[in-house]
C-alpha cells in the first residue's frame, strides 16, 4: 500500500500571504494525485487533479505542482473561505490512499 | 446537475447488520465508477473499494476486505455499502463518491453528502 504523507499538520497563516501544502508519496504515483478541500460537516471537494490541474471554476490562486514523489498544493493569496483541511490522494495503485490532512487555519 | 445522494443515519449495535445506498442522478451511473470511503471522528479518509454499476466489477482495499460488501443495481442507479456484523470500530461517517469514466484511476470528483453509522451498545 502507498502511504501519503501530509505536511504540516496544522498551517497557520494570514489573509493574503501564501500557504504551501506538502505531500509525499511512498512510491511513485506518476501524476495521478488529487487535492481535496474539506470543511467542516461537508464531504471533501476535489479541488485538483493530475497533480496540477484545477477543476472548473477553482480560484486562480490555487496551484498543484509535483517533483518526483513530492507534491505541493500552493495557495498564492490566503482567503478567509480557504480555511479547512486539505487532503491528497493518490489513484495510480490499489488501494488509492490518502494523506492524513493538514488543518489550514487562518490567522 | 450531476447528484450522488446517500441513505440516512444509522444507528445500530454490535452485531447487527447493515445496508446503506448511494443514488446517482443527472449522468449515465452505469458508465462510472463509485467508490466509498470512511472517515472516522477526526481522522483522515480511508479508501474502502470501488464498484463498476456497469458490470459490478468490485475492487477492495485490504484493510476492508472481507469486512464489508459493495454491489450496485444498475437499474435502480445505485450502488450499496453493506456489513454482516458491525463492531464498535465501524463507527463513522461513510461517503460514496464518482471515480472515473470506465477507468478507475481517476480522482473522486462527485461526492455524496454522507452517511453517518453508530455502533453501540
Known amino acids: 500500500e502507498i502511504v501519503m504523507t501530509q505536511s504540516p499538520a496544522t498551517l497557520s497563516v494570514s489573509p493574503g500571504e501564501r500557504a504551501s501544502l506538502s505531500c509525499r508519496a511512498s512510491?511513485?504515483?506518476?501524476?495521478?494525485l488529487a487535492w481535496y478541500q474539506q470543511k467542516p460537516g461537508q464531504p471533501p471537494r476535489l479541488l485538483i487533479s493530475?497533480?496540477?490541474s484545477g477543476v472548473t471554476g477553482l480560484p486562480a490562486r490555487f496551484s498543484g505542482s509535483r517533483s518526483g514523489t513530492e507534491f505541493t498544493l500552493t495557495i498564492s493569496s490566503l482567503q478567509s473561505e480557504d480555511s479547512g483541511i486539505y487532503f491528497c490522494?493518490?489513484?495510480?495503485?490499489?488501494?488509492?490512499?490518502f494523506g492524513q490532512g493538514t488543518r489550514l487555519e487562518i490567522k | 446537475d450531476v447528484r450522488l445522494v446517500q441513505s440516512g443515519a444509522e444507528v445500530r449495535e454490535p452485531g447487527e447488520s447493515l445496508k446503506i445506498s448511494c443514488k446517482g442522478s443527472?449522468?449515465?451511473?452505469?458508465?462510472?465508477?463509485i467508490g466509498w470511503v470512511r472517515q472516522m471522528p477526526g481522522r483522515g479518509p480511508e479508501w474502502m473499494g470501488i464498484?463498476?454499476?456497469?458490470?459490478?466489477?468490485?475492487r477492495y482495499s485490504p484493510s476492508f476486505q472481507g469486512r464489508v460488501t459493495i454491489s450496485a443495481d444498475k437499474s435502480n442507479d445505485t450502488a450499496y455499502l453493506q456489513w454482516s456484523s458491525l463492531t464498535a470500530s465501524d463507527t463513522a461517517m461513510y461517503y460514496c463518491?464518482?471515480?472515473?469514466?470506465?477507468?478507475?484511476?481517476?480522482?473522486?470528483?462527485?461526492w455524496g453528502q454522507g452517511t453517518p453509522i453508530t455502533v453501540s451498545s
Open positions: 490522494q493518490q489513484y495510480n495503485t490499489w488501494p488509492f490512499t
Open positions: 512510491h511513485n504515483v506518476g501524476n495521478n
Open positions: 493530475s497533480a496540477s
Open positions: 443527472g449522468y449515465s451511473f452505469t458508465s462510472y465508477w
Open positions: 464498484i463498476y454499476p456497469g458490470d459490478s466489477d468490485t
Open positions: 463518491a464518482r471515480q472515473g469514466y470506465s477507468t478507475p484511476f481517476y480522482p473522486m470528483d462527485v
